[in-house]
């Protein structure tokens, strides 16, 4: 898009070369706080001796950077929202926004029953920066190819970085482990990466379209090297069930909420049937799909963690009070052995589970289910586009249940999965007559 084509875009006319700056600006701010926590975290901090799980809990922590990073880039789109959005529409202008700024409340509220509240609200003012800055990028924006694009080129810049950090490095004693403490970040950073360039290599230019291919090759590589099973895995699947199921929605106009409702339910259906059969039990599903009947020790994490939930069952122990809040934390109090040294239960619904009780799980739930339902206008008006929303919506719900990922921090699969919602909302609105 040139400048000439965006002075003359319906209602940025009167508001001139601050409306343009602005446009071109909250473009850049997403792709820069995902670059956060892809590059600038990991070199700044995550290099430190320190690389246990004690450390690790700084991601869902205010650092001093990050208390000047994410505030600025809040007060950034702020102000771009205003200059080319105010008095024009609404910041949360639909409802998957609405129910997510219920939830990052819902997060702030935690705070008057948390275990450590001053913790608890410390670490949910960031998550709340972190939501608007997104929504109100994209929103002022106004250009869902612009933000992909810069992301894109963001990413790229970045597996080069991992491609001469594995290069100089020897591997970590489970897989290479890039610029990131442990090798599951490599992973994870790679099929993202991966994620984005599939979409550049249909609907980019010409040179765009060679760059996409080269980064796949490059975050494929990353993929094996680090040995991370998770990402290696959904990085395969995710971009095909995601393409059947989006062809399947537009041409049948399905929600892709109801096909994935009824993939997964087939999928438990399947397992319970083989259970209730004596044909495989959970220990022989795990070692045949990772090669590990405890999942690298997830399940002792899981034996402790869901019991707990049961002592605060309906709004939890507080947002990220849990694991690794201080003296009061009640995994350093109770847990043994590695269990209460861990920063989080290796599983984004437990998780939410022990954070926000019931009430947050069913709300998160709620937010999953809209935002899969909202894709279905996006795949009608931009397929694309589309495809690729729901492609990160999809790849970070199946990652939460061998990770921790919803909400946390600047984890930058939870900010793909806001940045997906914002864009969902985005091209729809565009396509409206």
């Known amino acids: 898009m040139t400048l000439a084509d965006e002075a003359h875009r ?22 820069l706080m995902l670059a956060y926590g892809l590059l600038i975290w990991p070199i700044l901090y995550g290099r430190s001796p320190d690389t246990g799980p004690a450390f690790q809990v700084l991601q869902s922590e205010s650092s001093a950077l990050s208390q000047v990073y994410f505030p600025l880039l809040l007060l950034a789109a702020g102000f771009a929202w205003i200059a080319t959005s105010y008095g024009r529409r609404r910041p949360i202008d639909d409802a998957v926004t609405g129910l997510i700024a219920l939830f990052v409340t819902l997060c702030l509220i935690s705070a008057l029953w948390s ?29 869902p190819d612009g933000v992909v694009a810069r992301i894109f080129w963001t990413l790229a810049a970045i597996m080069l970085v991992n491609l001469a ?26 099929a993202l990466a991966i994620l984005f360039a599939l979409h550049q290599l249909f609907a980019g230019a ?20 680090s040995r ?49 059969a004596y044909l495989w039990d959970f220990p022989a599903v795990a ?8 999942l690298t020790t997830r399940t002792e994490i899981w034996d402790f963690a869901l019991p707990m939930t049961e002592r605060r069952p309906w709004l939890g122990f507080g947002f990220e009070s849990f694991w690794q809040a201080g003296p009061d934390s009640p995994s350093l109090r109770e847990a043994r052995g590695f269990v209460a040294k861990m920063p989080h239960a290796h599983n984004g619904y437990i998780d939410i589970l022990l954070q926000l009780g ?50 946390r921090g600047f984890d930058f699969f939870s900010m793909s999965f806001v940045l997906a919602a914002a864009l969902t909302g985005e091209i729809r609105r565009s396509a409206a007559p």
Not at 364 to 388: E, K, N
Request: with cysteine.
């Open 115 to 143: 275990v450590a509240p001053g913790i608890a609200l410390r670490r949910a003012v960031l998550q709340v920066a972190i939501v608007a800055a997104l929504i109100l990028s994209v929103r002022a924006a106004e250009d």
């Open 228 to 276: 991370s099973k998770t990402s290696l895995g959904l990085a395969v699947l995710v971009p095909a069930i995601v393409l059947g199921a989006a062809v399947i929605a537009r041409a049948t106009r399905l929600s892709p909420a109801v096909l994935v409702g009824l993939g997964a339910g087939l999928a438990y259906v399947v397992y319970a049937v083989g259970v209730a």
């Open 206 to 225: 010409r040179w765009t379209r060679v760059a996409a291919f080269l980064v796949i090759a490059a975050a494929v590589l990353l993929l094996v090297l």
């Open 165 to 190: 950090m594995v290069a100089v490095k020897p591997a970590g004693p489970l897989g290479h482990e890039g610029v990131y403490p442990q090798k599951n970040g490599l992973g994870a950073a790679a």
């Open 10 to 31: 319906p209602g940025t006319r009167h508001a001139g070369d601050t409306a343009i700056w602005t446009r071109r600006l909250a473009r850049w701010i997403p792709a």
């Open 287 to 294: 070692t045949a799909l990772f090669g590990d009947p405890t």
């Open 358 to 407: 019931r009430v947050g799980l069913a709300l998160l739930m709620v937010i999953l289910f809209a935002a899969l339902h909202a894709c279905g206008g996006a795949l009608r008006a931009r397929f694309g586009l589309g495809w690729l929303c729901l492609a990160l919506m999809l790849f970070t719900g199946l990652y939460n249940f061998l990770e921790s990922a919803w909400f």
